[in-house]
Nanobody, 124 residues
Framework: QVHLVESGGDSVQAGESLRLSCVATGYTFSNHCMGWIRQAPGKERERVVV???????RYLDSVEGRFTFSKDVAKNTLYLQMNNLKPEDTAMYYCAVDVWDGRWCRSEHLWNSWGQGTQVTVSS
């Protein structure tokens, strides 16, 4: 069973940085679709970054150039480096993976493995 645990969320001032981590147990990150998803209260869920099966990485337009995804294979951990944080980045951030061998990425509401989330709060 896939178990994802996020960490690294905090309350920071605008312009500061955070690095989120997502450790997996019961699963080894491979070429399944995966990413970081966020949701703020009263707002739609957003794909912050998605890693497609071919390895391509796509960022949400509003975080492009500020956020960077990385993966440590040895530690079986995903990271999201977030720089120059803005108040609009405030949300619960979830790590998710779709352990599904389809050729494309499904909509994230179908993804079958999610962490519990880590809260990021950015004040102005």
């Amino acid at each position: 069973q896939v178990h994802l645990v996020e960490s690294g969320g905090d309350s920071v001032q605008a312009g500061e940085s955070l690095r989120l981590s997502c450790v997996a147990t019961g699963y080894t990150f491979s070429n399944h679709c995966m990413g970081w998803i966020r949701q703020a209260p009263g707002k739609e869920r957003e794909r912050v970054v998605v890693i497609y099966r071919d390895g391509k990485i796509r960022y949400l337009d509003s975080v492009e150039g500020r956020f960077t995804f990385s993966k440590d294979v040895a530690k079986n951990t995903l990271y999201l480096q977030m720089n120059n944080l803005k108040p609009e980045d405030t949300a619960m951030y979830y790590c998710a993976v779709d352990v599904w061998d389809g050729r494309w990425c499904r909509s994230e509401h179908l993804w079958n493995s999610w962490g519990q989330g880590t809260q990021v709060t950015v004040s102005s």
